[in-house]
Each structure stands twice: as structure tokens, then as C-alpha cells.
């Protein structure tokens, strides 16, 4: 029997033709295992470990910092550790997980090719993030009373007072810094972040040295030298961003940033409260047994 054909189309064909690219995949599959996870693990380290590295870098910055306070006595080390881990650390949570709705929203806005929208999305976050700064000062500057009512020594909550105080500036480089982060980490710019990471963690070192040592300004230098790091990566995250850059997803800044507000605040709100309920149930008992 012969084949049947239809307008001169064998029915016995192939519905698709080959495709180069399926049969590289399929050649793909068929390497050992071995070698596909090795392919598979430097494809995973080329995103991730810049972002580790950035992480440590930050971290360390507060431990050089403690470092440096460490030398000037046992209050101000208590004083600059409490400050840094109880009063930031809170704010911190609460405004990283609020940061983190930029993850879902740039992500799908680059997926689509939408690219102008992550301009948008991350100046939107700024406006959103800088009003709970606002909303958050409070912890600031009644930070001496509430570590007194957590049960801390009075000369250490004192202390602990007046250097959170000098951590306000700190505090609102939180607002800028974390969606300039997502919004360059959504475009795989992760080793842009390691690298201004590694210079603040170098002008930390300086600063410190300079302020506390040099200048002779005890732990009040050593909360500015936190302060200059922290703006640092703001500064050099911004100046990569609408310096040309990122010509795709930053076209300036845009009024459209400024509607849609309240749909942002809930998409962040549930995530930003989740992270900083976590930090409240694991530091609470901690100042209470000390």
C-alpha cells in the first residue's frame, strides 16, 4: 500500500522539523551526570556567589566596626552591639522584607520585557520604604528608655542611646539601598553589588580607623564610620544605575512612581512584618536572659 499524502504532504513526516537547538539539548542530556552537574553548579555560582560575597561584606562591617568599639571599653562595645543588633536589626527586618516585593515585581517585569517598569516599580519602593523610615524613628530616639525597659544596665542604655542616635543616617540608607539591590539583581548585575560591597567594606576599615583612633571620637566615630560605609553602597549602586548603565530599565525618574502606592504597601507590607516578627521572637528572649 502506498502512502497516503495530502496536497503533496507525506503523512509519515515528521510534524516538526529539526531543530538545532532541541537536538544541543537533547545531546545535553545524554552528557554524564557528572559533567552536567558541574555545568549546572558553575552556572548557580556565577549568580550566587557574588551575592555572597556582598552579604559578608556588609556583615563584616559591623563586626569591624564592634571591633574597633571593642578596644574603647566594655560599655561602649555593649553600646555599639545592642545599638547595632537590637535597635538597626529590627528596622532592618522589617524594611529587607519590604524590599523584597521588588524580587517579584522586577522579575516579572523583566520576564515580559518591560523593562522601563523596573525603573518605576524601584523608585516606588523608595517612596514607600523612606515614609517607614519616618514611621520607624521612634525606636531611635527612645531607644534609651525601651533598652531600660528590656531590663539592660542604665550607663548601657545610655550609651546604647546615644549611638542609635548617631545610626539614623544608617537607617535611611536602608530605604534606597535595598531596591537598588533587587532591582540590579533582577537583571543577574549581582557582581556590581559584590564589588561596591568590597569598597565600602574598605572605606569602613579607613573610617573607623580614622574616627576612632585618629580623631579620637570614640564610639560616636565608630557609628559615623558605619554610617559613611553604608552610603557608600548607596552612592555606587545609584551612580552604576542612572549613569547609563542600565539604559533599558532606568529611563530617569518618572511620576508614575507615585501612583499605585497602596498596592505596593500591602504586596510589601505581609512580607516586611513576617521577616520582623522573626527577629522580635528570636531577640526578645536573648535581652531578657541577659
Not at 550566587?48 to 562595645?77: C, K, W, Y
Request: glycine share 8%; charged share 10%.
Amino acid at each position: 500500500m502506498g502512502r497516503i499524502s495530502i496536497n503533496g504532504d507525506d503523512l509519515h513526516d515528521t510534524l516538526l522539523p529539526d531543530d538545532p537547538v532541541n537536538h544541543d539539548v537533547g545531546q545535553e542530556n545524554q552528557d554524564p551526570l557528572a559533567s552536567r552537574v558541574w555545568t549546572e553548579t558553575k552556572k548557580l555560582w556565577e549568580i550566587v556567589g557574588p551575592a555572597i560575597f556582598s552579604r559578608v561584606a556588609t556583615f563584616s562591617m559591623n563586626i569591624i566596626t564592634q571591633a574597633f568599639a571593642g578596644h574603647l571599653g566594655d560599655v561602649e562595645l555593649a553600646a555599639i552591639s545592642i545599638a547595632n543588633t537590637v535597635i538597626v536589626g529590627f528596622n532592618f527586618g522589617l524594611l529587607l522584607g519590604m524590599a523584597s516585593a521588588l524580587e517579584t515585581l522586577c522579575g516579572q517585569a523583566f520576564g515580559a520585557k518591560r523593562y522601563h517598569m523596573l525603573g518605576i516599580y524601584m523608585q516606588r519602593s523608595w517612596i514607600v520604604l523612606f515614609f517607614c523610615c519616618f514611621l520607624l524613628l521612634p525606636f531611635y530616639v527612645f531607644a534609651a528608655p525601651l533598652l531600660k525597659f528590656l531590663g539592660q544596665p542604665d550607663d548601657v542604655a545610655e550609651q546604647s542611646g546615644l549611638v542609635a542616635l548617631w545610626l539614623i543616617p544608617l537607617h535611611f540608607s536602608f530605604a534606597f539601598q535595598f531596591p537598588l539591590q533587587r532591582f540590579l539583581q533582577s537583571q543577574l548585575k549581582n557582581q556590581v553589588i559584590a564589588w561596591i560591597s568590597l569598597a565600602s567594606l574598605g572605606v569602613n576599615v579607613l573610617t573607623s580607623w580614622l574616627l576612632v583612633y585618629v580623631l579620637d571620637y570614640g564610639v560616636i566615630g565608630a557609628a559615623i564610620a558605619l554610617d559613611i560605609s553604608w552610603w557608600v553602597i548607596v552612592i555606587g549602586l545609584f551612580i552604576y544605575t542612572s549613569c547609563g548603565w542600565c539604559p533599558s530599565t532606568w529611563t530617569g525618574f518618572s511620576t508614575q512612581a507615585f501612583s499605585g502606592l497602596w498596592e505596593f504597601v500591602k504586596l510589601s507590607a505581609a512580607s516586611g512584618v513576617m521577616l520582623w516578627y522573626l527577629l522580635l521572637i528570636l531577640k526578645i528572649p536573648l535581652l531578657q536572659s541577659n
